[in-house]
């Protein structure tokens, strides 16, 4: 017999990147007396992990729970980048509604429209949190039309057209049913949770039955499984059966050794869980995403959406550069070994190969802004590596014929700079489907273009559009190959010998082109230490020094002024480098270098091709 839990709520909070979800749960948190009047609380206390405070982005979901009038409500906190969008699609799984907050001045953006897409598949109810209404630029109305028709576009139900809209400034943490009214609380929105959010149901008596949506790691405890309990209830050291409803094969009989809930911003340890009650499970080593926990006596699966497939790899391997295993404290290819297949333990997108080379890792991911957080964190734990530039994965379809991932490309930006955009990613295969007036003298320009073609655009883009623009993309369909990309035009200056870079061999330098190290910093041959204004790559000593002669005529010794060199964070040396060079990472700097670093065997190689 199926029963509603009407003292639990399970909701997760979904949005386009930037529009406040991380901030709401803070208020969330705050106004249910989760923390003690006079504790001191970090801004975004959800995102836990340094990179994710620093571009203040959310990477991984996280989960924490608030009780109000009685009634605990599971808030789930999702990615908003397309990038992290596998996580998006599994957090779904676990919860009876979602709540959609959209900016009160950008209004419906790519992936506003991507995860509700999502939701909406999963028939789930949706309340709507018109946030930031106190910009000054809020545009209130406008934006709760665009979502209804969303709405619409999605084929949304009588009853989901029906939603509830909240209009919200979470920063100052006030919200109301009319945007001309808002109140200094959260109540609001707390009540239409409670009113218009499904309690969860399931059969109390039935066989155990809990799917596992996401998975946690923690040192002492290895993985730890987080889920719903759909059916039954779960007990500490109860035996149960592990089965996936995409591996028919599976089926392997364990015992639960801890069982926790959320509570705040801590897990809680229980005895026993019921219906509906969020959960994580530790003491299961090989407990996968998608894995379902049964009662040994009603083995039955839960299906579950399969995790999108990576659509961009790169090699990671040994640094064998001459300046090698100088700074970095992990650098043997055991310890990049290790690391990669660590990740795999709570990254369910990422993909690691062996190859034919012990030194080489083939390493997949949904996208640049994936790879390069693995790439930091790896960089800040004191590992010491070089990658390759990014390149897409081909597949071939039924036909034999050779596809490629496209994108969906959603561009703003100031009128006057569309021409040059349009003109960039057209060079790049993308083609114009769309193009509307925004507000503010901007237009919303809508590309579909081949994934390959926005590698290494991005950094273009921003000095194309002075820094005004505004560019999302979201991964759209396999389609067939649609021919060669020329991705750089220039060339790169490359250093000639090793030593350290002079003065006076930069100052001959700078007139070529543009320098990525001012004076005083180790080269070594075969490192590319700037970009040349033309398209070849040319060599230059850069530690070369000033013959000195006897002769000393006024005016000639007066000093040599250097241009600030340009300085590549990581993003921007990911995009720069090319398909015969390598970026060189250790805890203290980035190279670009050259695969092959002698100059002989480097121009064979190249008349080879």
Avoid: W
């Amino acid at each position: 017999m199926k029963q509603k839990r009407e003292d639990i709520r399970n909701i997760a909070i979904i949005a386009h990147v930037d529009h406040g979800k991380t901030t709401l749960v803070d208020e969330l948190l705050k106004q249910s007396g989760v923390f003690r009047e006079n504790q001191e609380v970090a801004e975004r206390v959800m995102d836990s992990n340094d990179i994710e405070r620093e571009r203040g982005i959310t990477i991984l979901s996280k989960n924490t729970a608030v009780t109000y009038k009685g009634t605990k409500i599971n808030i789930v906190d999702t990615p908003g980048h397309a990038d992290f969008g596998g996580e998006v699609e599994r957090v779904l799984k676990m919860v009876d509604g979602a709540i959609l907050v959209v900016d009160a001045f950008e209004g419906v953006m790519p992936q506003t429209k991507f995860v509700l897409k999502k939701a909406m598949a999963l028939k789930l109810p949706v309340i709507v949190c018109v946030n930031k209404v106190d910009r000054p630029e809020a545009r209130c109305v406008d934006v709760v039309d665009e979502v209804l028709e969303l709405f619409m576009d999605l084929d949304a139900s009588d009853k989901q057209l029906d939603c509830p809209f909240i209009f919200a400034s979470a920063k100052t943490g006030q919200s109301g049913l009319d945007y001309k009214n808002i109140t200094p609380t959260m109540e609001p929105l707390f009540e239409s949770i409670l009113n218009f959010i499904p309690a969860p149901e399931g059969d109390p008596d039935a066989g155990t039955q809990v799917l596992i949506s996401t998975i946690d790691y923690n040192e002492y405890v290895g993985r730890i499984g987080v889920g719903k309990i759909e059916n039954g209830s779960v007990k500490v050291n109860q035996e149960v059966v592990i089965v996936n409803a995409h591996e028919p094969d599976k089926q392997k009989k364990v015992k639960i050794s801890a069982l926790y809930e959320y509570d705040g911003l801590q897990k809680v340890n229980v005895k026993e869980a019921g219906i509906g009650a969020i959960v994580a499970i530790s003491g299961i080593s090989d407990i996968h995403i998608g894995d379902t926990l049964c009662s040994p006596e009603d083995i039955r699966p839960i299906p579950f959406q399969k995790i999108s497939e990576p659509t961009i790899a790169m090699q990671f391997m040994v640094n064998d550069s001459p300046l090698a295993g100088q700074e970095g404290k992990y650098v043997t290819s055991r310890h990049l070994r290790d690391r990669l297949f660590k990740e795999l333990n709570t990254d369910v997108s990422l993909r690691v190969e062996e190859t034919d080379s012990t030194e080489c890792f083939k390493v997949s991911g949904r996208g640049e802004l994936h790879l390069s957080v693995l790439i930091e964190n790896m960089r800040r734990e004191g590992y010491e590596f070089a990658v390759s530039k990014a390149e897409v994965l081909y597949r071939t379809d039924s036909k034999g014929r050779k596809t490629e991932p496209m994108e969906l490309a959603y561009v703003d930006v100031p009128e006057e700079f569309s021409g040059t955009v349009i003109e960039k990613l057209g060079q790049r295969k993308g083609e114009l489907q769309n193009m509307t007036p925004i507000t503010g003298g901007y237009v919303r320009l809508e590309f579909s273009i081949p994934s390959r073609g926005l590698i290494g655009y991005r950094g273009e883009f921003m000095t194309d559009t002075k820094g005004n623009g505004i560019i999302n993309t979201i991964f759209d369909e396999y389609a067939p190959y649609k021919g060669d990309i020329q991705y750089r035009k220039q060339g790169s200056l490359i250093a000639f010998e090793s030593g350290e870079s002079v003065t006076y061999g930069l100052f001959n330098a700078q007139e070529r082109g543009t320098l990525f190290i001012g004076p005083g910093e180790k080269v070594y041959s075969g490192m590319i230490i700037g970009q040349n204004g033309k398209p070849e790559d040319v060599e230059i000593n850069v530690c070369k020094t000033k013959h000195l002669t006897n002769t000393r005529a006024s005016g000639s010794d007066e000093a040599l002024r250097l241009t600030p060199p340009k300085i590549l964070s990581l993003e921007q040396a990911l995009e720069f480098i090319d398909t015969d060079e390598l970026l060189e990472i250790t805890p203290e700097t980035l190279r670009i270098r050259k695969k092959i670093l002698d100059p002989t065997l480097r121009k064979r190689a190249s008349f080879k091709k």
